[in-house]
Structures are given as C-alpha cells and as structure tokens.
C-alpha cells in the first residue's frame, strides 16, 4: 500500500509505504501521527529527521532506522591528477522540475553571475514543458548558457562532477 492521502485505516494490514518531507511533520495532523505510530518500522535520512519525527510524531527514537542518503565514495571520486575542471561549470542535479527542489532560485543566481564572468550551469534532469525551470530559462536569456542532459548513466554522472568547478545544491 502506497499511501497518498494518508488514511488511518490503510495502515492496519500488510505493508504501508508513506513519504514524508519535513514540512509534512506537523502536530496538528492527527491522521498522519496516527499512521505513524501504526506502523511497523520507520526509517528516515538523518539524524535531525529522526529527532523531528520522535518529536512531532511521539514515536521513540530508538524506534526510528536511520539510512542515510549518499554516494559510494570508492565511486565518485574528485579528478584524476592532471585533470582540469572546467573554469565556468556549474553542475546541479535534480530530481523534479518543482519549485521546491530550487531550480529556478538557481537559474536566477547564474543570471546574475554572467553579469561578471562566463557561467554555464549542467541540469542534470528534464525540464517540463512550460515548466518553472524552462520559463525561467527562457525569461532570463539563458538557452545558450543551460543544458538539461535528462537522464545520464552513473559514469556521465561521475565525469560531468568531475569537470565541474561547483556542484550546486539550491
């Protein structure tokens, strides 16, 4: 079961699956607190995530499984020696074309920074039609200096963070 809209009585038999992003901690939502505590185990990505839902959710840390978020690092690794990073990259990846995610605030920010030198920004990532990621592009001139690759494999991944000389994460 997947829930969406959460619903107390879902969480009752076989197996329940909720997201959750921090602004959905919130004391007042009984029906989610309620599932919660119904469920069999939770995992968050972090330590404060785990001291947010203990708090907010009345479910006891010790109860929580912490499964950080991260890369292999034997993987992504910085350049090889000799290898020059590309002077005006900038390398963001991102999952969803949402205001959320900080796209457009990032766009902007390489906007400004081509008013003094020249930037070139790599989403990596799809940009939905008339989306806020494209419409900001396009608002603020920058079809020639941003690229949307959509998805990559792991070893374009690994290359294009190794040429870039900032990894964003707006």
Same mark, same amino acid.
């Given at each position: @079961? ?6 107390? %009585? ?17 004391? %007042? ?5 309620? +599932?919660?505590?119904?469920? %069999? ?6 330590? !404060? ?8 959710? %009345? ?9 950080? +978020? ?23 990846? @991102? !999952?969803?074309? +949402? ?65 870039? @000389? ?5």
């Amino acid at each position: @079961t997947v829930l969406v809209d959460v619903n107390p %009585d879902v969480a009752q038999d076989g197996l329940t699956v909720t997201a959750s992003h921090g602004d959905d901690l919130q004391d %007042d939502d009984a029906a989610f607190v309620e +599932v919660v505590r119904r469920l %069999d185990a939770v995992t968050t990505v972090s330590e !404060s995530s785990r001291r947010d839902i203990g708090t907010h959710m %009345d479910v006891p840390p010790e109860a929580i499984d912490v499964i950080p +978020v991260g890369i292999d690092p034997g993987t992504f690794t910085p350049p090889p020696d000799g290898q020059r990073r590309d002077s005006d990259s900038i390398l963001v990846v @991102t !999952s969803a074309d +949402v205001p959320l995610k900080g796209l457009v605030h990032l766009l902007e920010a390489v906007a400004k920074l081509r008013t003094e030198r020249p930037v070139t920004l790599t989403v990596v990532g799809s940009a939905r039609p008339g989306g806020p990621a494209e419409t900001t592009r396009d608002r603020l001139g920058l079809q020639d200096a941003v690229r949307f690759t959509g998805p990559v494999p792991e070893s374009e991944l690994i290359d294009l963070m190794q040429r870039a @000389t900032v990894v964003a994460i707006p």
